[in-house]
């Protein structure tokens, strides 16, 4: 109660994003979110009409408010480092401010400070990245690698980075992570289970870092198989629920709002001495050696 958090990567209301947004909204966070930029127009305006009124549904019965929208585009730092054919984009003339440093000047301005920061992005949704994440690793271009590195990997050092210094105290920090970065998982390609790999070595170096600098906690959540928007890109995640729901200790479907109330409690004083752990909520998983 009383925390302010920034959870950058919600575009929708399917996503782990929104479902984190709204385990803090239900323990009384007030929420910014960061949204893509190229999809901030039909996020915003399909919260404005109430196509989400639905799903924003607190278990008290109330709504839950987004005090702020901002446009983000997580794989820029600065505007020096968006490139002219960017810049140009229709899809990013509308919006201004959006690159990393310049969200977290906005949310000084207008707040002041936050308490929790989220980072729940991968690789955007653009061609080249689809054609890229099916694709092995021994497939995988020089191109297609750095740039799923850069968007998944990077992108939360440069978020942690650039908050860091307005964020109280106690605070903490979240991402999230998939198993593919330590066991194999076929299809899980392109480069994007050497970012979740870096993802997670990086929580360590930073809850190092920005514990000893901010007081500030880092953690990840391992999460289970969700049918995002960003799952369904990749084209297998029917098969990994059901193998889930096969293989796994609990054998239920993992929901969205699980993972957005272990974040809850991670962002919680009850957590105020868990940092740089990579934090399993996959209904147990991860513990398996074999299928049974
Ligand atoms: P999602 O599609 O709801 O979230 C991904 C978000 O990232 C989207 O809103 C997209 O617009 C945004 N995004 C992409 N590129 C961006 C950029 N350059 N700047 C700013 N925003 C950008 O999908 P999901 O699955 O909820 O993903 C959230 C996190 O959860 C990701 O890190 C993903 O790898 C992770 N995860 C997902 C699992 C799943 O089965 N869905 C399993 C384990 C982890």
Do not use: C
């Not at 299809?187 to 007081?215: C, Q």
């Amino acid at each position: 109660t009383g925390k302010r958090a920034f959870i950058a990567g919600v575009a929708d209301d399917n996503g782990y994003g929104w479902a984190i947004a709204k385990s803090l909204a239900a323990a009384g966070a007030e929420i910014l979110v960061g949204t893509w930029v190229p999809a901030l127009n039909i996020f915003e305006s399909s919260l404005r009409r109430g196509k989400f009124d639905e799903s924003r549904k607190l278990p008290d019965g109330s709504l839950m408010q987004i005090t702020k929208v901002y446009p983000l585009d997580a794989v820029y730092d600065n505007p020096e480092d968006v490139p002219e054919d960017v810049k140009t984009n229709k899809r990013y003339l509308g919006s201004s401010n959006w690159t990393v440093e310049e969200v977290a000047q906005s949310v000084k301005q207008d707040f002041g400070s936050i308490d929790i920061l989220v980072h729940s992005l991968a690789n955007g949704p653009e061609s080249t990245f689809l054609e890229q994440v099916t694709k092995p690793l021994l497939d995988t271009s020089r191109s297609g690698y750095l740039a799923a590195i850069s968007a998944s990997s990077y992108s939360f050092i440069s978020l942690l980075k650039h908050f860091a210094p307005i964020i109280n105290p106690g605070g903490a920090s979240i991402s999230l992570t998939y198993i593919a970065s330590e066991r194999i998982i076929p299809g899980y390609g392109g480069g994007m289970s050497s970012a979740k790999a870096a993802l997670e070595s990086d929580t360590r170096v930073l809850a190092f870092e920005a514990g000893r600098k901010h007081k500030v906690r880092v953690n990840t959540i391992s999460a289970g198989p969700l049918r995002s928007r960003a799952a369904k890109a990749i084209g297998f995640i029917d098969m990994m629920i059901d193998y889930s729901s096969a293989n796994a200790p609990l054998q239920k479907e993992l929901s969205a709002e699980e993972v957005g109330n272990a974040a809850a409690f991670l962002a919680s004083p009850l957590a105020s001495a868990i940092t740089g752990t990579v934090f399993y909520v996959d209904n147990g998983l991860n513990a398996m050696g074999v299928g049974v």
